[in-house]
């Protein structure tokens, strides 16, 4: 696995590859209409984002995630990938857990959370093995309708989980 910071070329190679369940988590909380149209959105979001990683397999980008602080010491993690992220999944998980969220709470981040889409089990399941838990559902929260579960890690909150 190797690591690099996000390009509009790498992000759109992997948004316009996306695991269709990633697809339809994102789809479903933003305009795009179609996978054109959001992989055009990524790129133009994503493509020069100073948190943004591209995680590779070999030479190919295979996987896309960004630390966004939309409060101040609170940051979202947002993350889609193609079906090759298997390939990379263990040593990805490891980076996230033991480098990536640990330089973010040195700086004073005190809360990560991120969204995803009920149904979403492979997401979910990966996002509790990176230290966050489910605090909270929400019914109605996509475009027509689709529920999303609240994940978080929270400092001196009580969790059980190292994020």
Not at 23 to 40: G, I, K, N, P
Not at 50 to 74: H, K, L, Q, W
Not at 80 to 104: G, K, S, V, W
Request: net charge negative; proline share 4%; charged share 25%.
């Amino acid at each position: 696995m190797r690591l690099e910071a996000t390009t509009p070329e790498n992000v759109r190679y992997v948004a316009e590859r996306m695991r269709e369940s990633d697809f339809r988590e994102f789809s479903a909380v933003s305009f795009a209409r179609d996978r054109r149209q959001l992989a055009e959105l990524m790129t133009k979001i994503y493509g020069e984002h100073p948190g943004g990683i591209c995680a590779y397999s070999d030479d190919e980008p295979v996987a896309i995630g960004a630390m966004v602080e939309g409060r101040p010491n609170v940051v979202t993690l947002m993350f889609f990938a193609t079906d090759a992220l298997n390939e990379i999944a263990i040593p990805l998980t490891r980076f996230i857990r033991n480098n990536l969220f640990p330089r973010y709470r040195e700086e004073g981040v005190h809360r990560i959370e991120c969204i995803s889409i009920d149904g979403h089990t492979a997401a979910h399941r990966w996002i509790r093995l990176l230290g966050l838990e489910c605090e909270a559902r929400f019914p109605g929260y996509g475009k027509h309708g689709e529920t999303f579960h609240q994940f978080s890690w929270v400092r001196d909150a009580g969790t059980t989980g190292n994020a």
